[in-house]
């Protein structure tokens, strides 16, 4: 199914303008993901597509070309899934899938071909005679997946659906999740606040921020060629160099860097993967914390701007909190962008 939004806007009673006039166009099988900080607009328009909130008179909301805004929500044919599943816990898996069926008056046999269908689809056959209860985070994730799937929706949206989740699950789960979202192959739109799940699971992530879409892209779109400090901040946590910019040389606190183009005007920003340890770099830094993650080392400096700035280092060793050391960042590693507004 595709999904089209024009002037899609939500101000709640007392005035807060949760969501600003909106366009949005997602095609056949596409998975979109809503990324932002909390109250920027996201599961409100969530919800506005799945019928549950009303949008502003003026909105129009298409799927297949069908204007569904007047719609309420049982007759959109929508299949959602919530940070908490909203599962029934003491019923069986079998019946928790079957329960929307069966809402629908649909015929015993229909119900039980579509429920086997789907039970095999999440592989779900081993625990489809268990209580709900008895599973664990990810089995209860995948019997909400199938259970929204079962009455096949028109599109499938899932609100924070890995977030209730431990940190080393919801990692194991976000691959899980993306597999199955195209086995499907379903129209669906996901909300989240993690950049890496956004990432790993959609084919184009929606970032937004006070209420309003930033910019939309592919995930190395997003993450490569981020079109306000915003969003290069957001996704990938790329850290601002507050300097003085002359043409294509950016003056710091800790020395010069050249530029892959002149940037007068613009702000910079780089990333901490980007950071590199050199004796011969350009800029001079302390160290002031050095933290072991296994793969890597995260390294804080100070001295090249008024803010610390953050390395991910992959030397086998690393220098020491208190230590002078040399940094370098490639002209092409440092994003310049236009300025904005300290509220944006």
Do not use: W
């Not at 366009?23 to 932002?36: A, N, P, T």
């Not at 046999?109 to 039970?119: F, G, N, P, S, T």
């Not at 008895?134 to 009455?151: D, K």
């Amino acid at each position: 199914m595709t999904l089209v939004l024009k002037n899609v806007a939500k101000t709640f009673p007392g005035g807060t303008r949760a969501l600003l006039p909106t366009d949005l166009e997602i095609g056949q099988g596409e998975i979109v993901s809503l990324l932002g900080p909390s109250g920027c607009g996201k599961s409100t328009l969530l919800r506005i597509i799945a019928g549950l909130e009303t949008a502003e008179p003026g909105a129009e909301i298409r799927f297949d070309g069908e204007d569904v805004a007047a719609l309420p929500v049982e007759r959109r044919k929508v299949g959602m899934v919530f940070q908490s599943y909203a599962l029934f816990p003491n019923m069986s898996v079998r019946r928790n899938i079957g329960y929307g069926l069966k809402m629908q008056k649909l015929p015993k046999h229909e119900i039980d071909a579509r429920v086997d269908e789907v039970i095999a689809l999440c592989r779900l056959e081993p625990y489809a005679t268990r209580a709900v209860a008895s599973l664990s985070g990810g089995q209860r994730q995948r019997v909400a997946l199938a259970r929204a799937f079962a009455p096949r929706p028109r599109i499938l949206l899932l609100d924070e659906p890995l977030s209730a989740l431990d940190a080393s699950l919801r990692n194991q789960l976000r691959d899980e999740l993306a597999q199955l979202l195209r086995q499907f192959s379903i129209t669906a739109i996901f909300v989240t606040h993690d950049q890496d799940e956004a990432m790993a699971i959609a084919d184009r992530v929606a970032v937004m921020s006070q209420g309003k879409v930033a910019q939309i892209g592919t995930p190395e779109a997003l993450y490569r060629n981020p079109a306000t400090s915003f969003v290069a901040r957001f996704v990938g946590h790329a850290m601002p160099l507050a300097g003085r910019i002359e043409k294509d040389r950016l003056h710091l606190q800790g020395g010069a860097l050249q530029l892959a183009a002149a940037a007068d005007g613009l702000q910079a920003f780089v990333r901490a993967e980007d950071i590199r340890l050199d004796p011969n770099g350009p800029l001079e830094a302390k160290i002031e914390t050095v933290t072991f993650l296994g793969t890597h080392y995260r390294i804080a400096l100070s001295g090249v701007t008024a803010e610390p700035l953050y390395a991910l280092h992959t030397g086998s060793s690393a220098p020491g909190p208190g230590d002078t050391v040399r940094i370098a960042i490639a002209p092409e590693a440092v994003i310049t962008l236009p300025a904005e507004e300290k509220a944006a």
